[in-house]
């Protein structure tokens, strides 16, 4: 069978598992090509002329081990090819940490400057919730004098963190600091920016998810009850950390609603996102200084 033949019969097969896409590709087509390319050592951006490629009963033989993994067991493709991508960048990912996604590659190019004094001089950033450590890579080259302090709760979620910082060549950089949000900053230390990727998904969304998305960590899905436990709880602390002219930058996705009945006193900026769910918000330090002295007070 060639190439092409293999595509179109997992193609198929894609439709007849009831498999659920959005970890890696948002289509059938897209995913298994992918997946049959990663399996047969061909550059991503093979043309056309690759489908015509006929293939070795032992390449057959791969190719189809691979599409048992992802179909019958339902493992997620980045997690099948220990690779994703994110703003044109690859990170290593495994069973470890939540498959890369956010939003957050989306606004970081072009819309957050402008609510910055000097984003040249961005020294300080903090990234909450790093994961796999792929937003404090990306928040690194775009601020490129900016030191990044990256978070995060679990030590396997970390050493994953630590292999990407790595290949990006960015371990002067950015620094990997194992805690409970910003608890384990620096006493004193405020930033410029805080971005967070937290987990948003309310509890009982978590439960019902399908078993692709069962295969990630819980605890970066998992937000509590209506989603924003962790979210409270950062605003809070960030009202403390950030520098007066800061920004602090969350996904909050569908929560978007709820959070706005909670914080909508502090103005937040949400940004446009292309499927138009809009659901990253920037809130400026003097905003957030207000809910620091509401608390004092």
């Known amino acids: 069978m060639t190439l092409g033949g293999w595509l179109r019969r ?5 439709a007849e598992s009831g498999a659920v896409l959005g970890q ?7 995913e298994a090509l992918y997946l049959i390319l990663r399996t047969l050592g061909l550059p991503l ?7 015509r490629r006929r293939l070795s009963a032992a390449q057959s033989a791969a190719v189809a081990e691979v599409l048992r993994r992802r179909l019958v067991e339902r493992v997620p493709a980045a997690y099948i090819t220990r690779e994703a991508w994110l703003g044109g960048a690859r990170f290593h990912v ?23 004094a000097d984003p040249a001089g961005v020294t300080r950033v903090a990234d909450v919730c790093t994961g796999s450590g792929c937003l404090a890579v990306l928040l690194a080259r ?22 990407n910082v790595r290949r990006h060549r960015l371990s002067g950089r950015v620094r990997l ?38 295969r990630e960590p819980r605890l970066a899905l998992d937000g ?25 930058m969350i996904e909050v996705g569908g929560a978007r609603a709820g959070f706005l009945r909670e914080f909508g006193h502090l103005e937040p900026h949400w940004f ?18 207000r809910l620091h002295r509401r608390v004092r007070s």
């Open 177 to 214: 600091l194992r805690g409970d949000l910003l608890r384990p900053a620096p006493g004193g230390r405020r930033y410029d920016v805080i971005a967070c990727n937290p987990p948003y998904e309310p509890t009982a969304i978590v439960d019902g998810l399908p078993p692709e998305f069962r």
């Open 10 to 14: 997992a193609e198929r097969q894609y």
């Open 45 to 51: 951006g093979s043309g056309p002329g690759a489908r």
């Open 142 to 163: 775009h601020f490129r004098r900016a030191r990044v302090d990256a978070f995060d709760l679990s030590a396997d979620a970390l050493e994953v963190a630590a292999a």
């Open 224 to 248: 509590g009850r209506d989603g924003l436990v962790l979210v409270r709880r950062l605003v809070r602390q960030a009202a403390r950390r950030l520098r007066p002219r800061g920004i602090l």
């Open 24 to 30: 890696t590709a948002a289509g059938a087509h897209d």
């Open 94 to 116: 495994d069973e470890r940490v939540l498959i890369p996604r956010s939003y957050f590659v989306e606004v970081l190019a072009e819309q957050v400057d402008p609510w910055l």
């Open 272 to 289: 446009h996102t292309e499927d138009g769910s809009d659901c990253v918000c920037l809130i400026q330090a003097e905003r957030l200084a």
